[in-house]
């Protein structure tokens, strides 16, 4: 599914299901982080234009899923809250080339794969029985979005890199992705 | 109007009109930064409540101009281009104090003065008769989303500060920014 090469661990859905304050939360602040780094991309390569205009895109989409989620936190009368970070983002944003023109095409593959794997965890929250159905519904539409946007930067990679440069790439990338998503202890966050 | 305390020079909209590109370029990547100044707000306080709630809505709409322009220059078969930087607002940013809780009132305020003015040059942009219908049109219609914008940060800052810290405040930081605009020398910028 999606490129990935592991799935999640069978643990983290109940892990997740026990802590939805705070997977909520960690999602609210992934949407923001989202929306961050499609205005980096854009600040970092503003003459690049069919990148601008698909990227503005998913700037709008990810500012509106920020403040859905923001907002189905006030209606449980929760805030924001600080923002605990995403290792699991951080290692994989290690890969990343100093160098351009790589630097591009790894921050876009980087990007991809945190949506597919956000996709992928947005399915389990959306089939989970022991989550609200509102927050089920929530999960499944947000499913489709997000498989949109893993698909909208590998075909922007492609605009601006030979379709081989771009999939050996995505491999080497989803080999990390899989080896930090084997790694990890089911903890109650999105990425956890 | 909106607490400016200057006029525009009368020169500066001649400039403008006969520079159209490159204030649709600089009014773009404005429309960008402040998407980025409503980010880094609720990044930098993301327990106040009200203020995330409002300014993302900011975000969101911001974010909406910016795809607006974006697809403007397009239409006319021009990129996005490099962002050359807003003198205005670096000067007016300078202002900011260092220490908490002024640093959030001063930012409140500084982003609400960018508004205003904003919203002033808009409306003459949306009067000239030397600039084409379909951009008076876009213009005229940002000026009530930007004159909303401004009262917003207002608001916000009346949330957070006692009224009359926020009214002697922005007397300061006004003065402060008439005495920038006084010194402009009417650049093909929305605040040059």
Not at 58 to 63: G, Y
């Amino acid at each position: 599914m999606l490129c990935l090469k592991t799935s999640t661990n069978s643990g983290w859905i109940d892990v997740a299901a026990a802590n939805m304050p705070a997977i909520m939360r960690d999602h609210a602040h992934c949407e923001k982080k989202a929306a961050l780094n499609a205005l980096n991309l854009i600040m970092r390569y503003p003459d690049k234009t069919e990148l601008v205009r698909e990227v503005i895109t998913i700037l709008e989409e990810e500012t509106a899923h920020f403040k859905l989620m923001v907002g189905e936190l006030a209606q449980r009368g929760l805030n924001l809250g600080l923002d605990k970070g995403n290792p699991y983002a951080q290692q994989l944003s290690s890969v990343v080339s100093k160098q351009e023109p790589m630097r591009l095409l790894d921050l876009l593959l980087v990007d991809c794969l945190i949506e597919a794997r956000s996709c992928e965890r947005f399915t389990l929250l959306a089939a989970s029985e022991a989550i609200p159905p509102d927050l089920r519904g929530i999960y499944h539409s947000l499913m489709a979005s997000e498989e949109g946007h893993f698909m909208t930067f590998v075909e922007i990679a492609k605009t601006y890199f030979p379709h081989d440069v771009v999939d050996k790439r995505l491999e080497e990338i989803s080999d990390l992705e899989a080896n930090i998503v084997r790694s990890l202890t089911n903890q109650p966050a999105m990425h956890g």
